[in-house]
């Protein structure tokens, strides 16, 4: 009886401090905040960026929820009116002030493809959206929507821009019940894209495999100049390279040209290490069957000795393709479409591949040797502004396996990395897709940076590594991946992203929360034998999932539907002990835990964060894998291996 008394006690104690501060429902209505004092979702933020550099017209709102601390801004207001539609009272609370951007006044067009514009020097205030005038099913666009909600605080604005883009106007309350399609994708669509992608990937391996078809030529000895064989060779033709060691500099490939090896370990093209080693600036070129080595050391050129960046001069873009695009590579591609490399091995302080600009390039059987240490290395694959296409490869050492910036789509697929600090690398992109790759020892193995939208992250096997898989942005899928003995498993970040059908085991941390925006779909994952099921960032953020595995969580199946039948807290005190503890149901029964949950629903301002499952599954997703990593010879976490590639920080 003492630990009731004393339990009960110190929850009157927290009542009355924290009283005070519950949120209510009543009082006077927030007020708008800027833009960028929100934590925004919509549009990608590679769309906000280019709405800012031109005049292209971005709807706007925010919200400000009654247990959500931070105002959420919405870029397009069908995303916001997606996100009311879809979000729970359990994570957000009750909408308590809604405003629209007010295009009264602005000079709002239609202009170039339908998208809505106004000029660069129009700004726009806020309205409550329950004074607002909105003008739906106009011929207006903006970017990745097929039509634009555009809010006015006059009605004379919004029928002068009915009569002139059509459309019909609408208040608030009939906006809000608009059908404007889901915030995220759905399980089933994202099954589509992933294979979509798998598709076009084949088919784009299977054209640059075309290029090895070409008839030879000329046949080139070590003695012989490859630039002169280059130079004579008729286009479309293969020049074959004679085993034995060729001594180059600054060959270049202006031409539709195969070159061929007589294998990694027969032909080695050997650069006088300053600078790269071959140039490619024609399209459908092929490099195959050969190893490359005597790379220059130079990792980043600095601006001033860089010419012909295909970006706006000192705009972030710029920084990212200087920093990451001009380099000493053993091959460079610059403007090069549809070419291939394939069974090449390449060893290098600095970089392997680098792509500019170089749609549909293919990178096959490729094995690059970095550093050691990864500071001293760069980057295994560079692509820049194109999509491309690398699988069945290997990355040892350097900084980054793959990295990819200023593109629509890439994949990586079937490919493995050790010994760096991150294996896929994506920045400022889009559309990726890294799917079944192996990679172990380095900092994170998957990366997917912000401003990025439809990533697809599956089929990978992550192993001690500091985090697991990482993808921040907009709307992405990761699924089917086996993240063990890593630092953290998988990391929840990002918005209306999906999330199953992911094993998390032996990792420090099975899944980490970071997301301050809890609007991703964890559901279907086996969280299992971890030292901690899961952990959140620092703010007091809940994070509703449902339907995940969470090894040793008390409670049964009752009623035979797969789910226990009660609730799970991963990130409270029963969670803590749960995967394996012997008390965890007397814990989890405990009064004192009991009264806490009746004052969070009682007085919901002061609810904790954390990570919550409504309807916990009573049995794994994927047994079989789980029972494969079961007989594991390393405890939860980190482990020291035998080979030479670790990633040490």
Same mark, same amino acid.
């Not at 921040?472 to 498993?489: L, P």
């Given at each position: 009886?003492?630990?009731?008394?004393?339990?009960?006690?110190?929850?009157?104690?927290?009542?009355?401090?924290?009283?005070?501060?519950?949120?209510?429902?009543?009082?006077?209505?927030?007020?708008?905040?800027?833009?960028?004092?929100?934590?925004?979702?919509?549009?990608?933020?590679?769309?906000?960026?280019?709405?800012?550099?031109?005049?292209?017209?971005?709807?706007?709102?925010?919200?400000?929820?009654?247990?959500?601390?931070?105002?959420?801004?919405?870029?397009?207001?069908?995303?916001?009116?997606?996100?009311?539609?879809?979000?729970?009272?359990?994570?957000?609370?009750?909408?308590?002030?809604?405003?629209?951007?007010?295009?009264?006044?602005?000079?709002?067009?239609?202009?170039?493809?339908?998208?809505?514009?106004?000029?660069?020097?129009?700004?726009?205030?806020?309205?409550?959206?329950?004074?607002?005038?909105?003008?739906?099913?106009?011929?207006?666009?903006?970017?990745?929507?097929?039509?634009?909600?555009?809010?006015?605080?006059?009605?004379?604005?919004?029928?002068?821009?009915?009569?002139?883009?059509?459309?019909?106007?609408?208040?608030?309350?009939?906006?809000?019940?608009?059908?404007?399609?889901?915030?995220?994708?759905?399980?089933?669509?994202?099954?589509?894209?992933?294979?979509?992608?798998?598709?076009?990937?084949?088919?784009?391996?299977?054209?640059?495999?075309?290029?090895?078809?070409?008839?030879?030529?000329?046949?080139?000895?070590?003695?012989?100049?490859?630039?002169?064989?280059?130079?004579?060779?008729?286009?479309?033709?293969?020049?074959?390279?004679?085993?034995?060691?060729?001594?180059?500099?600054?060959?270049?490939?202006?031409?539709?040209?195969?070159?061929?090896?007589?294998?990694?370990?027969?032909?080695?093209?050997?650069?006088?290490?300053?600078?790269?080693?071959?140039?490619?600036?024609?399209?459908?070129?092929?490099?195959?069957?050969?190893?490359?080595?005597?790379?220059?050391?130079?990792?980043?050129?600095?601006?001033?000795?860089?010419?012909?960046?295909?970006?706006?001069?000192?705009?972030?873009?710029?920084?990212?393709?200087?920093?990451?695009?001009?380099?000493?590579?053993?091959?460079?591609?610059?403007?090069?479409?549809?070419?291939?490399?394939?069974?090449?091995?390449?060893?290098?302080?600095?970089?392997?591949?680098?792509?500019?600009?170089?749609?549909?390039?293919?990178?096959?059987?490729?094995?690059?040797?970095?550093?050691?240490?990864?500071?001293?290395?760069?980057?295994?694959?560079?692509?820049?502004?194109?999509?491309?296409?690398?699988?069945?490869?290997?990355?040892?050492?350097?900084?980054?396996?793959?990295?990819?910036?200023?593109?629509?789509?890439?994949?990586?697929?079937?490919?493995?990395?050790?010994?760096?600090?991150?294996?896929?690398?994506?920045?400022?992109?889009?559309?990726?897709?890294?799917?079944?790759?192996?990679?172990?020892?380095?900092?994170?193995?998957?990366?997917?940076?912000?401003?990025?939208?439809?990533?697809?992250?599956?089929?990978?096997? @992550? +192993?001690?590594?500091?985090? !697991? =898989?990482? /993808?921040? $942005?907009?709307? %992405?899928?990761?699924? #089917? &991946? *086996? @993240? +063990?003995?890593?630092?953290? !498993? =998988?990391? /929840?970040? $990002?918005?209306? %992203?999906?999330?199953? #059908? &992911? *094993?998390?085991?032996?990792?420090?941390? !099975?899944?980490?929360?970071?997301?301050?925006?809890?609007?991703?779909?964890? &559901?279907?994952?086996?969280?299992?034998?971890?030292?901690?099921?899961?952990?959140?960032?620092?703010?007091?953020?809940?994070?509703?999932?449902?339907?995940?595995?969470?090894?040793?969580?008390?409670?049964?199946?009752?009623?035979?539907?797969?789910?226990?039948?009660?609730?799970?807290?991963?990130?409270?005190?029963?969670?803590?002990?749960?995967?394996?503890?012997?008390?965890?149901?007397?814990?989890?029964?405990?009064?004192?835990?009991?009264?806490?949950?009746?004052?969070?629903?009682?007085?919901?301002?002061?609810?904790?964060?954390?990570?919550?499952?409504?309807?916990?599954?009573?049995?794994?997703?994927?047994?079989?894998?789980?029972?494969?990593?079961?007989?594991?010879?390393?405890?939860?976490?980190?482990?020291?291996?035998?080979?030479?590639?670790?990633?040490?920080?």
């Amino acid at each position: 009886m003492e630990f009731w008394h004393v339990a009960a006690a110190g929850l009157l104690v927290f009542a009355a401090v924290v009283g005070p501060f519950a949120v209510s429902g009543g009082g006077q209505q927030a007020a708008a905040v800027p833009m960028s004092d929100t934590k925004s979702t919509g549009v990608p933020e590679s769309v906000v960026v280019s709405a800012y550099e031109s005049t292209i017209a971005l709807p706007t709102g925010q919200v400000s929820f009654s247990q959500f601390k931070f105002t959420v801004g919405y870029y397009g207001i069908t995303s916001m009116v997606a996100g009311l539609q879809e979000s729970t009272e359990r994570e957000f609370g009750r909408p308590m002030a809604v405003y629209v951007s007010d295009f009264s006044g602005t000079g709002v067009y239609v202009g170039e493809e339908g998208l809505l514009r106004t000029p660069m020097d129009a700004d726009t205030e806020w309205v409550p959206a329950s004074a607002a005038y909105f003008v739906v099913n106009s011929t207006a666009r903006i970017p990745t929507r097929e039509r634009a909600l555009v809010p006015f605080s006059k009605r004379s604005d919004a029928t002068a821009f009915v009569q002139q883009y059509g459309g019909r106007i609408e208040q608030w309350d009939a906006v809000r019940q608009l059908d404007v399609g889901g915030a995220g994708r759905g399980s089933a669509e994202w099954v589509r894209t992933s294979e979509a992608r798998s598709e076009r990937a084949n088919r784009t391996a299977a054209r640059a495999r075309a290029l090895l078809e070409r008839p030879v030529s000329s046949t080139v000895e070590p003695n012989e100049s490859l630039t002169a064989a280059i130079r004579r060779a008729a286009p479309n033709t293969t020049i074959q390279l004679a085993s034995g060691n060729y001594s180059v500099s600054d060959v270049t490939v202006d031409k539709p040209l195969t070159i061929r090896g007589d294998g990694v370990n027969q032909t080695r093209i050997i650069g006088n290490e300053n600078r790269s080693v071959v140039y490619v600036n024609a399209s459908r070129v092929a490099i195959t069957d050969l190893s490359m080595s005597g790379i220059g050391t130079v990792r980043t050129r600095d601006r001033a000795n860089i010419t012909g960046v295909p970006v706006q001069n000192e705009s972030f873009r710029e920084r990212y393709w200087t920093a990451h695009g001009y380099g000493d590579a053993g091959i460079v591609f610059d403007e090069s479409s549809r070419s291939l490399v394939s069974d090449v091995r390449i060893r290098t302080r600095s970089n392997g591949v680098i792509a500019r600009n170089s749609p549909n390039l293919t990178v096959s059987s490729l094995t690059v040797r970095g550093t050691r240490d990864w500071e001293d290395g760069f980057l295994g694959v560079s692509i820049l502004g194109a999509p491309a296409l690398v699988q069945n490869s290997t990355f040892y050492g350097g900084k980054v396996g793959v990295f990819a910036h200023d593109t629509q789509s890439f994949t990586v697929r079937d490919s493995s990395m050790e010994g760096m600090m991150i294996g896929v690398f994506s920045v400022f992109a889009q559309g990726a897709f890294a799917a079944d790759n192996d990679i172990e020892d380095t900092y994170v193995g998957v990366y997917i940076h912000d401003r990025s939208n439809r990533n697809v992250v599956t089929g990978n096997t @992550v +192993t001690n590594s500091k985090n !697991g =898989v990482l /993808v921040f $942005g907009r709307s %992405s899928y990761v699924a #089917e &991946n *086996v @993240v +063990t003995h890593n630092q953290h !498993g =998988v990391v /929840v970040q $990002g918005q209306y %992203s999906v999330y199953e #059908e &992911n *094993v998390a085991a032996f990792n420090r941390v !099975g899944i980490r929360a970071m997301s301050l925006f809890p609007t991703n779909r964890v &559901n279907d994952n086996d969280i299992a034998y971890n030292r901690r099921y899961a952990a959140t960032a620092r703010f007091n953020v809940l994070h509703v999932w449902k339907g995940n595995y969470w090894r040793g969580a008390p409670g049964i199946d009752t009623d035979g539907d797969g789910s226990l039948s009660r609730s799970f807290r991963a990130t409270g005190p029963v969670g803590m002990v749960a995967d394996g503890g012997a008390g965890t149901p007397t814990l989890a029964r405990a009064p004192a835990l009991s009264l806490i949950r009746q004052l969070q629903q009682t007085m919901p301002g002061i609810r904790f964060g954390g990570v919550v499952d409504e309807a916990p599954r009573a049995s794994p997703v994927r047994p079989a894998v789980l029972a494969k990593l079961k007989d594991t010879q390393h405890p939860p976490g980190q482990f020291d291996d035998e080979d030479e590639w670790d990633y040490t920080f």
